[in-house]
Each structure stands twice: as structure tokens, then as C-alpha cells.
């Protein structure tokens, strides 16, 4: 399976309520700045995207640095991680005028990339190559 190998029960576990940690936290920011504070400039919302994007591959670094994977093995952890928040997220997007009944239409779309663009930054930090030895 090009080098993805199993996760125990425990990491399981721990990545993946790791990750519904993070889409909360990602979630609750936008839904209370989205459509007053975020959505009001497009570098602004640039900058807050990148910042929660960031803040979501802190949280999957320190789980995985915590539970002593490998940058090699970190793949099938990412998926793990990620799975809730693709849930909750699909979640959120079809019922987003009744959790944001003020908002535009277009927000569904803003929230919707803030989500990927944060889950595509994750995966590309959890493709890291394992360092190779010299010797």
C-alpha cells in the first residue's frame, strides 16, 4: 500500500479525537468571526486561513510527535485525523443557514475552502520523508 502502514487502536483513537478538537476549534472561530470580521477583506480572510491552517498541522505535529510517529508513517494518522472534520464539516456545510442564519450564501463556499485549504496543508505535512541516515 505504497509504504502506509496500520494504527493501533490507541493512536486511532487519539488522532482522531485530536481531529475533532481542531475542526471545532477551526469551526467555532469561523462561525463566530466568518461573517462579520473574516469575510470582510480578502487578505484578512487569507491570513486567518493560513493561521488556522496552521494552527490545525500544530495540533496533528504535536499528536504525532506525542505518540512517537515516524515521519515516515504519518500518512495513515493524517487520515485518521482528518476523517472527523470531513464528517462534521460536510455536516456544518448542509446545514449552514440554520447554524448561520445572517450569513451571505457565498459563506458556505468561504467556509467550505477555509476547511480544505486546512486539511491540504495537514496532508502535505504529514507526506514528509523520513530522514535518512548518512553512513
Known amino acids: 500500500m505504497l509504504g502506509v502502514r496500520g494504527v493501533s487502536k490507541e493512536d486511532g483513537a487519539v488522532f482522531g479525537f485530536a481531529g475533532l478538537f481542531a475542526w471545532m476549534a477551526a469551526s467555532a472561530f469561523y462561525l463566530a468571526f466568518g461573517a462579520g470580521l473574516l469575510e470582510a477583506a480578502f487578505w484578512f480572510y487569507v491570513l486567518n486561513a493560513g493561521l488556522a491552517a496552521g494552527g490545525v498541522v500544530f495540533v496533528f505535529l504535536s499528536v504525532a510527535r506525542i505518540r512517537r510517529i ?10 485518521i485525523f ?11 456545510l448542509i446545514n449552514f ?5 445572517g450569513a451571505q450564501p457565498a459563506s458556505v463556499g468561504r467556509y467550505g475552502a477555509f476547511l480544505v485549504f486546512g486539511y491540504a496543508l495537514m496532508l ?4 514528509e520523508r523520513a530522514e535518512k541516515s548518512l553512513g
Open 97 to 101: 443557514a440554520g447554524l448561520c442564519p
Open 82 to 92: 482528518i476523517a472527523p472534520g470531513l464528517i462534521c464539516g460536510a455536516t456544518t
Open 70 to 79: 515516524p515521519k515516515g508513517r504519518r500518512i495513515a494518522p493524517a487520515l
Open 124 to 127: 502535505a505535512s504529514a507526506m
